[in-house]
């Protein structure tokens, strides 16, 4: 079983729909959460990073963290075509080196 | 402010060959990662180094290895190819070696035949 797990879809939603991705992980080290969008032939954008549990709001993302579920959470309001990506979640458990934990990516799909 | 730049961005070898990988990181940070990213085993951690010493190491064999020079930029060299290593290897930088924001280049997609 990897340690996290991400539903790698495609999720196909029209423009315009909130949108909903989800990462559950095993290892209750983790500490620090992120969400990466990564297009065709570019390296992964950071777009959340969130220390624990709690939610976190920036423009048309909201990510939230349940530590005791173990699972995090990225809603994108009003999405754009703009938005058609690979979604991955990170994870890492606060040491040094910069290790970070990836879940496989799901492919979003935004129709115009 | 320049990102993460990583050369060359394409490479095809033969197997039992070696290769070298380089990446500038932001100006001002001192912290680079690598990460192999491959459509089975998705991205993994490969090492990371500040201040030209590794702090952290993932679960790759020995032929992986890189440094760091005196302004930051890496090398990461891969040497006895197997087709295993056909990968996207990707750079990230960022401030410092702990809980930072890592940024990432576009990788270089390395083939090997």
């Known amino acids: 079983q990897k340690e996290v797990e991400q539903d790698p879809g495609p999720l196909s939603v029209p423009e315009g729909a909130i949108v909903s991705l989800n990462c559950t992980y095993s290892n209750s080290a983790f500490q620090y959460f992120m969400w990466y969008r990564q297009y065709s032939r570019k390296g992964p954008e950071l777009l959340m990073y969130t220390y624990s549990s709690g939610n976190k709001e920036d423009g048309r993302f909201t990510a939230q963290v349940d530590k005791s579920s173990k699972y995090i959470s990225l809603f994108i309001r009003d999405s754009q075509p703009s938005d058609s990506a690979t979604y991955l979640c990170?994870?890492?458990?606060?040491?040094?080196?910069?290790?970070?934990?990836f879940g496989a990516g799901t492919i979003l799909r935004v129709k115009s | 402010k320049a990102g993460v730049t990583q050369t060359p961005r394409y490479l095809i070898k033969t197997r039992g060959q070696q290769v070298t990988l380089s990446c500038s990181p932001i100006s001002g940070h001192r912290s680079v990662s690598w990460y192999q990213q491959t459509p089975g085993q998705g991205l993994q951690f490969l090492f990371e180094?500040?201040?030209?010493?590794?702090?952290n190491k993932g679960n790759f064999p020995g032929r992986f290895s890189g440094r760091q020079f005196s302004n930051s930029r890496s090398e990461m060299n891969v040497s006895t190819l197997e087709l295993g290593d056909s990968a996207l290897y990707l750079c990230?930088?960022?401030?410092?070696?702990?809980?930072?924001?890592?940024?990432f280049g576009s990788g270089t997609q390395l083939s090997v035949l």
């Open positions: 990230a930088s960022s401030l410092a070696s702990y809980n930072e924001k890592l940024f």
């Open positions: 180094y500040f201040s030209e010493t590794q702090r």
């Open positions: 990170a994870m890492s458990e606060g040491e040094y080196g910069n290790k970070l934990v």
